[in-house]
């Protein structure tokens, strides 16, 4: 089993940074892509961001040039720089381990509880 833990979330005004983190637990042998998914009431979950182990990297339109996804292996940690907020940002985001190994069991993708990002005008 895999547990992902994000951090960093929070209230900030517009044109501000925020900093997330998801921390990945367990007994994992690997992960092969790590990444950023955002949702709004009533709306479906989006991408954000992905980045695979060998540092391959995904972004959505509207976040290219203002986010960027980065990963250390070693921590099986993965964040999201977001620059120049916009209120369009604000959502909560979940952080997604796709095809996580573990040492002794399956692999499997994982979602993270989501964190909340506000982002006043």
């Known amino acids: 089993q895999v547990r992902l833990v994000e951090s960093g979330g929070g209230l900030v005004q517009a044109g501000g940074s925020l900093r997330l983190s998801c921390a990945a637990s367990?007994?994992?042998?690997?992960?092969?892509?790590m990444g950023w998914y955002r949702q709004t009431p009533g709306q479906q979950r989006e991408l954000v961001a992905t980045?695979?182990?060998?540092?391959?990297?995904n972004y959505a339109d509207s976040v290219k040039g203002r986010f960027t996804i980065s990963r250390d292996n070693a921590k099986n940690t993965a964040y999201l720089q977001m620059n120049t907020l916009k209120p369009e940002d604000t959502a909560v985001y979940y952080c997604?381990?796709?095809?996580?190994?573990?040492?002794?069991?399956?692999?499997?993708?994982?979602w993270g509880q989501g964190t909340q990002v506000t982002v006043s005008s």
């Open positions: 367990g007994s994992i042998r690997s992960i092969n892509t």
């Open positions: 997604l381990a796709l095809s996580a190994t573990t040492w002794g069991g399956p692999s499997g993708d994982y």
């Open positions: 980045i695979t182990d060998g540092g391959t990297t």
